[in-house]
């Protein structure tokens, strides 16, 4: 099971990003997927998660500035940001509890940098 981000990079406070992740592997059922971030010195934290169902689920500190999306094949997400704030600068992790042949399990992608400049 693969887990590739894009995206990421530097942008001033104020503006916008958009991360993608593309999920591959044989014989697995992708199931809730969702984006995390960790900064500096801090644990790693829910951003956003999106559900089969297309159900979604933020963090406080993102709601209203922040968007995940889902692709029609399903293996596809992507978070679009805007209004963003320093506060915001972390790695950023693709994730997705999912069923491989007979076992859930969770899956996690490399991680992209996010950086906001005051």
């Known amino acids: 099971v693969q887990l590739v981000e894009f995206g990421g990079g530097l942008v001033q406070a104020g503006g916008s990003l958009a991360l993608a992740c593309v999920m591959s592997?044989?014989?697995?059922?992708?199931?809730?997927m969702g984006w995390h971030r960790q900064a500096p010195g801090k644990e790693r934290e829910l951003v956003a998660v999106i559900a089969r169902g297309g159900v979604r689920r933020y963090d406080k500190s993102v709601e209203g500035r922040c968007t995940i999306s889902r692709d029609n094949p399903g293996n596809t997400i992507y978070l679009r940001m805007n209004d963003l704030k320093p506060e915001d600068t972390a790695v950023y992790y693709c994730?997705?509890?999912?069923?491989?042949?007979?076992?859930?399990?969770?899956?996690w992608g490399q991680g992209t940098q996010v950086t906001v400049s005051s």
């Open positions: 994730h997705t509890l999912s069923k491989l042949d007979s076992a859930w399990n969770h899956y």
């Open positions: 592997g044989d014989n697995i059922d992708f199931s809730a």
